[in-house]
């Protein structure tokens, strides 16, 4: 059924389908109206959850693990402060292989203190084990709760999801949405089936802990099933796109790429803007294009190498900033880790920190830096101000 | 009433020989029964009895962090409703856990109402990182970040009064008790865990290692706790004070000399003007509970 919903109800739309047993989550903007919503449909009885209404993120996150452990399907929302309040839980949930999804609505992280986005606040979690996914729009971010779920919950992988999306650009936008129906979501997502759970029937123990002679295995596990999660995202992607007719078989997205001598690679909303830029600039005859990446963990390096084959000039649009690197960007590493070849130009462009514009000019001005080589730098800075 | 021969802490766990809290785990699961799922956190207990692939815990159990075992049990809680279960959920948590790192958790489990029991084993320090105070750390104990020194007489703090604040919280069962009386242990995890809401335990667990006293007399020192009145068994029922254990009290000095987290108070000489604030703070509690027999 087609709607126009604001993105946080769209995103609390897709909740409601995957019903979960335990929802715990603590207000912070802009994922506010996701909870909000949620709230309602409990009180109203369209949604049959436990809403555990806790006093902070700390406790949402593992009141989550708690209810995940005990065998139930889970959901939480978070966003930037929230988030890293949740730091030392996300590590815990991953480690203890407990697939709970989350909403993350990007911000940027204090201080100064903003509210507006950027995605600082989920490459901060970059190395705790959860699967991390970025969405363009608001049907991307409702579509890839869906697949969230049975990419966690699959028993290959048994892993944390964040659903990341731009704070405002996509929480707060109307956007005429596709919303499932609830009889495919059920064939798509089948009830949540553990592996092991906490169960008076058949005592275990949950987070024991490891001396130097077993931590190091569970690591190596814990990332043998983040690789394991680059099919399962792609099986589950195109069994979506049968059912639902959306197509989300690859972990990227191409735009006009496959000719391009200059590619721009991004996440996230900004991902439009740069469609419209490119637009304007083949226009001019310029040959470039997007590679929008959909999965920052697990990183999808030999699909993007392989998108990337035969293009020398690549610029990397970071919303994110690792303070002291060279490159600047979290993403750009990333990138040309995957490429690992010195005759391509790989370049980092910080921008849109804290919620600054990103706009179609910004973008073709940006095209002019990566062709002629000037990069890893910050992007658009008021260079008055400094 | 709790089947007393039931044993769900298994043999074979790495505490020291005559610790408290080990003997409190053994004591707490015959209470609760077998239909019992335990939230535990980062500490003593935590580490002797699950060092993995090994565990002492007949039941089901989990640990996360150090502070987030009474938000756990929310959440296993709240998982257990949905799902219609019939487990009790209890948590087991250090003072440190409990009194400092994971009052916001703990606060807010017991605001919400869940249905769990919470139980504190008082060890009356952090004993797993190497004996450093707590907020449950009696005044005046030497503890590594409470030394006593040419300025200092230890811990220069009174213990915090965590039944009081639970009880502020309105649960409706507080109650503290010591390994030295086991089956007052086993009666009061009993109750609490009939008792709709969210209830709180405190028992006092004398640790051998931490305190300084040799092993076999851990009982011994429990006893003295509370002929002292330096610790008062007694029952919050709905926020009224009941069944307060009475002694004929003792000098707080016995207590004191037994353990060499005091001995500083007899060294060179006897310190009578910090041991008279000691036994300042026994006779108020005695005040207070109403713990002296009168004969
Ligand atoms: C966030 C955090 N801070 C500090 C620690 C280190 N730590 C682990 S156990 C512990 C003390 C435990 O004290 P308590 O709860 O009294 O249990 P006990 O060891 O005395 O039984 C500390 C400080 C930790 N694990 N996590
Ligand atoms: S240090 Fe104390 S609490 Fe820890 S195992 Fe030893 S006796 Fe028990
Ligand atoms: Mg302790």
Redesign the interface.
């Known amino acids: 059924m087609k709607k126009i919903l604001e993105g946080s109800h769209a995103i609390a739309e897709a909740v409601r389908l995957v019903k979960p047993e335990v929802i715990s989550a603590y207000p912070i903007t802009p994922q506010t109206h996701i909870v909000e919503r949620l709230a309602e449909m409990v009180a109203d009885g369209d949604l049959d959850s436990e809403y555990i209404c806790v006093e902070s993120e700390f406790s949402a996150l593992s009141a989550c693990l708690g209810a995940s452990a005990a065998g139930s399907r889970v959901y939480s929302a978070t966003s930037s402060q929230g988030l890293l309040f949740m730091a030392e839980v996300c590590f815990n949930v991953a480690g203890m292989r407990q697939p709970v999804v989350m909403s993350i609505a990007n911000r940027a992280v204090s201080a100064p203190l903003s509210i507006w986005n950027d995605q600082q606040d989920s490459i901060c979690l970059r190395d705790s084990g959860w699967i991390q996914l970025y969405a363009e729009d608001v049907q991307e971010t409702l579509d890839l709760h869906l697949i969230a779920y049975r990419v966690a919950e699959d028993h290959k992988v048994l892993l944390p999801v964040f659903v990341c999306f731009d704070g405002f650009i996509i929480s707060h936008t109307y956007e005429p949405v596709d919303i499932p129906d609830e009889k495919d979501v059920k064939a798509y997502l089948p009830a949540y089936v553990p592996v092991n759970k906490l169960d008076a029937d058949d005592p275990l123990s949950m987070g024991m802990y490891a001396t130097p002679e077993y931590y190091m295995e569970f690591r190596y596990e814990n990332d043998q099933a983040m690789t394991r999660s680059l099919d399962v995202f792609k099986q589950a992607g195109k069994e979506f796109k049968d059912l639902f007719g959306r197509d989300y078989s690859e972990l990227i997205e191409e735009y006009r790429l496959s000719d391009a001598k200059i590619a721009i690679i991004a996440m996230g909303s900004v991902c439009g803007t740069i469609k419209d830029a490119i637009d304007v600039m083949r226009a001019q005859g310029r040959e470039v294009g997007l590679l929008k990446i959909r999965a920052y963990r697990p990183f999808p390096a030999e699909d993007i190498k392989k998108a990337l084959s035969g293009i020398k000039k690549i610029g990397v649009l970071e919303k994110n900033i690792s303070l002291g690197s060279r490159m600047k960007g979290a993403v750009g590493l990333e990138i040309k880790d995957a490429l690992d070849d010195s005759s391509v130009s790989v370049l980092s462009y910080v921008a849109g920190l804290g919620g600054r514009d990103i706009r179609i000019e910004d973008v073709i001005k940006m095209t002019d830096a990566i062709e002629a080589g000037n990069g890893d730098c910050f992007f658009g800075l008021r260079e008055e101000l400094i | 009433m709790a089947d007393r021969s039931l044993e769900l802490e298994d043999c074979g766990h790495r505490a020291c020989g005559g610790c408290g809290p080990a003997l409190a785990a053994r004591l707490i699961l015959k209470g609760a029964g ?4 335990i ?2 956190s980062t500490g003593c207990m ?2 002797f009895s ?4 090994q ?1 002492a ?9 150090f ?2 075992t ?14 219609g279960r019939d ?1 009790h959920v209890l948590c087991i948590c250090g003072d440190g856990a409990t009194f400092d790192i994971g009052v ?2 703990i ?3 017991f ?2 109402g869940h249905n769990i029991t919470y139980i504190c084993y008082d060890n009356e320090a952090y004993m797993n990182t190497g004996i450093q105070r707590s907020g449950a750390t009696p005044f005046d104990a030497n503890t590594t970040t409470s030394p006593a020194g040419k300025l200092s007489h230890g811990n220069s703090r009174p213990k915090k009064d965590m039944p009081q604040i639970l009880a502020a919280h309105g649960a409706p069962y507080v109650a503290t008790c010591s390994i030295a009386y086991p089956n007052d242990i086993i009666r009061k995890v009993e109750r609490a865990v009939k008792t709709d809401g969210p209830c709180y335990i405190q028992i006092h667990t004398p640790c051998c290692t931490g305190w300084g006293f040799d092993g076999a007399k851990t009982i011994e020192l429990g006893k003295l706790a509370i002929e002292t009145g330096l610790w008062v068994n007694f029952e919050i029922v709905n926020g009224k004070t009941e069944k307060v254990k009475k002694v004929k009290r003792k000098p707080v000095e016995e207590y004191l000399r037994a353990q060499k987290r005091f001995a500083h108070l007899f060294k060179p000489s006897v310190n009578t003007e910090e041991i008279a604030k000691i036994q300042a703070i026994a006779d108020a509690n005695a005040e207070k509970y109403g713990i002296d027999l009168k004969i």
């Open positions: 077998e239909r019992s799922i939230c535990a935590e580490v699950t060092p993995y692939p565990t815990w007949k039941v089901p159990w989990i640990h996360s962090l502070q987030n009474a938000a756990v049990a929310s959440g296993v809680e709240a998982a257990l409703k949905r799902q487990e916001l958790c606060s807010g489990a605001e919400r």
